[in-house]
């Protein structure tokens, strides 16, 4: 069994030589494919040119400052065959980002995406005592001047590969060197973005990935095999992302690099056909609504009947998930005969335009995504139950995964084969404790905090003693900081975040993540932030579609078009209709106010690499529309 990063990959080169490994877009948008051999002589020419330039030792740290592209996974891997690890980090980092990762990690080289990065090296020198090299990774010719040495990593490619032409025994020792691979050596520390605390560098070794990727195969039933295509949208040195990449390679998969732009990421799932796609909520709920805009937008016969073949579909899997025993259990139940006739009864009743359904409407949506896509795979925040729903209802499979970067990061995924509803099923190895404030450990179905030991468990935090002393206590245990239920069977639902908890000024707790994704179904609001803390009530900051609120002024009369107190109003009435005690919400969940904003979330800025809102830097940014709310 392999027990490195860097074994993995070699394995899976020696199994599968021809099968493609990367696949990126050039020039023209045409994807090229590179097979596992073809990858796998350039990682080791890279990792040979950077031994002779820079003499790398083992452990060494070295920098990736990029977003996705395929110099990333030479890189990547030719530091795992040195025994290296690397310091990876996304163009959208501050400067301030930069400058602590760099200065904290004490990197004297750093591969850098492109020449404007090197300028803005340039910009930053006198605040990086540190660092020495650049190596440009685009196939370019370095057009800026620096005080940094600068040398092109395709010169690196072909320093090396006139190094093995020369000697082919080189080849042979850089591939013998990785049997000495330890498990317990660092792969990566890779900087959290900061929205639960100061950025800290979590350091993830061979033996936390390995056992994750080792541990997946059981939540698809098996389906993981060989030749198979994942499309992926998000960043490469994010964690999750990070991930998806290993458990391609270790099953000798593909990765098809695309963007999270609608327009560029629909036609690929034509080009791709891919089988597996990773992502976050964000971009299931951006799909979610393109289909219900579209049908908004059809004659009134066309759009009730969509409506009633989708309501058709969610009770019929209702129905489906009573009849075999999909719902969660928080006590032992004996007796199910009327709760398994109900469930077939509902299933009789609703199958027949389940079947209209599918021909006229849901098979199209699926073909969205392609022909082979066996499921989709959302990671990295919170899925709105009612997007979770629709996708799953009309026959598009989403497994929910949950983790966070400490633990490599995959806790808990969704079971394709026996998915309880609202709830994730451990990777195994893990032991949990769910506590209270008291850290004692509350009983099944009741609220806690999630803390969790076991092998995918970092290795602490890097130069951070104290940091990592407070994450982890004394019997290994790992706090998540998420509110989480446990049914009878050992599964978890996640509630919210113990942080994000707000407490009105009455002493009324609430989770604003299950408000927040009710509100985010509505077409016209891209993102939301429920406020309220110290409060008397709740509010919003809502990010508006702008297209859609040009629609909807539009659709509505003159009289409207003219008020704006009148269109708020209008506004009000929708936000009242998702949240409202009908539906199971409480009375201090419903919110009083709200402001539209004028600008859009931004990555780096209000929003994390995974599309996460910055609920502190938020509050500061729109401190004086957030007084304004709670003026009166």
């Known amino acids: 069994m392999v027990k490195t990063v860097a074994q993995m990959f070699h394995k899976s080169t020696l199994d599968n030589p021809e099968l493609t490994m990367l696949s990126t877009k050039n020039k023209k948008g045409v994807f090229i494919d590179e097979t596992y051999r073809e990858v796998e002589y350039k990682v080791i020419s890279l990792a040979l040119a950077l031994f002779v330039n820079f003499r790398f030792q083992e452990q060494q740290l070295v920098a990736i400052i990029s977003d996705n592209r395929k110099e990333w996974i030479y890189s ?13 980090r996304g163009l959208d980092a501050t400067d301030i980002e930069l400058i602590q990762i760099l200065n904290d990690t004490k990197v004297t080289t750093c591969f850098v995406e492109n020449n404007r990065t090197i300028k803005r090296f340039n910009k930053l020198k006198k605040d990086l005592p540190h660092l020495k090299n650049l190596i440009l990774m685009e ?4 057009t800026e001047e620096s005080e940094f040495s600068v040398v092109r990593l395709y010169d690196l490619l072909e320093k090396g590969q006139t190094l093995i032409e020369n000697d082919s025994t080189l080849k042979d020792k850089i591939i013998q060197n990785l049997e000495t691979g330890k498990e317990d050596n660092l792969v990566t ?13 979590v350091m993830l070794t061979n033996k936390n990935y390995i056992h994750e990727v080792t541990h997946l195969q059981k939540f698809v039933n098996n389906q993981f095999l060989p030749g198979q295509r994942w499309m992926t949208v998000l960043p490469i040195w994010h964690s999750f992302e990070r991930s998806v990449a290993y458990v391609a390679i270790y099953f000798s998969q593909a990765m098809y690099y695309s963007k999270p732009i609608s327009k560029i990421m629909l036609s690929d799932f034509q080009k791709v056909n891919p089988h597996w796609f990773s992502s976050v909520p964000r971009i299931w709920q951006s799909v979610n609504k393109t289909v219900e805009k579209k049908i908004r937008k059809s004659n009134s016969f066309t759009k009730a009947l ?25 006590k032992e139940k004996n007796f199910r005969g009327f709760e398994v006739v109900d469930g077939l009864v509902k299933m009789a009743v609703h199958y027949p335009l389940y079947l209209l359904g599918k021909k006229m409407m849901f098979n199209k949506i699926k073909g969205i995504f392609g022909n082979s896509l066996i499921c989709g795979i959302s990671a990295g925040g919170s899925m709105p139950k009612g997007v979770d729903t629709f996708f799953n209802s009309i026959g598009i499979t989403l497994l929910n995964g949950y983790g966070m970067t400490e633990t490599a990061p995959i806790i808990t995924v969704r079971n394709l084969v026996k998915p309880i509803v609202g709830t994730m099923t451990l990777v195994d190895g893990y032991q949990i404790k769910i506590v209270d404030e008291d850290n004692k450990e509350v009983g099944i179905g009741d609220k806690g905090v999630l803390k969790v030991k076991g092998p995918q468990v970092m ?25 989480v239920t446990r049914t009878i069977n050992n599964e978890i639902s996640i509630v919210g975040r113990a942080k994000d908890t707000i407490v009105l ?18 077409d016209f609001i891209d993102n939301v932030i429920v406020i309220g803390q110290d409060r008397k009530y709740l509010s919003a900051l809502i990010v508006p579609n702008v297209n859609s609120i040009k629609e909807l002024m539009g659709q509505l009369n003159e009289k409207y078009k003219d008020d704006k107190e009148l269109l708020h109003n209008y506004i009000k009435e929708k936000i009242d209709e998702k949240i409202n005690c009908k539906l199971g919400f409480k009375k201090h969940e419903l919110i009083n106010r709200f402001v539209i904003l004028d600008k859009p979330f931004e ?30």
Not at 306 to 330: C, D, E, M, Q, V
């Open 459 to 483: 290795k602490g935090y890097y130069n951070n003693e104290e940091a990592t002393k407070l994450a982890i206590d004394e019997d290994g245990y790992l706090n998540t900081g998420d509110l």
């Open 189 to 201: 520390i890779i900087f959290t973005s900061g929205t639960t605390g100061t950025c800290k560098g």
């Open 505 to 522: 000024a009455g002493g009324e707790n609430l989770e604003p993540v299950p408000i927040e994704g009710k509100l985010s179904e509505l």
């Open 603 to 632: 990555v780096g800025k209000e929003l994390s690499a995974k599309l996460e809102l910055k609920r502190n830097i938020i509050m500061e940014y729109y401190k004086k529309e957030i007084e304004m709310l709670y003026a009166h």
């Open 306 to 330: 969509s409506f009633i073949l989708i309501n058709n579909a969610i009770n019929l899997r209702k129905g489906y998930n009573k009849f075999h025993n999909l719902l969660p259990r928080y």
């Open 76 to 88: 990547d891997l030719a530091l795992q065959y040195l025994s290296c690890a690397d310091v990876p």
């Open 139 to 142: 196939d370019a010719q370095i």
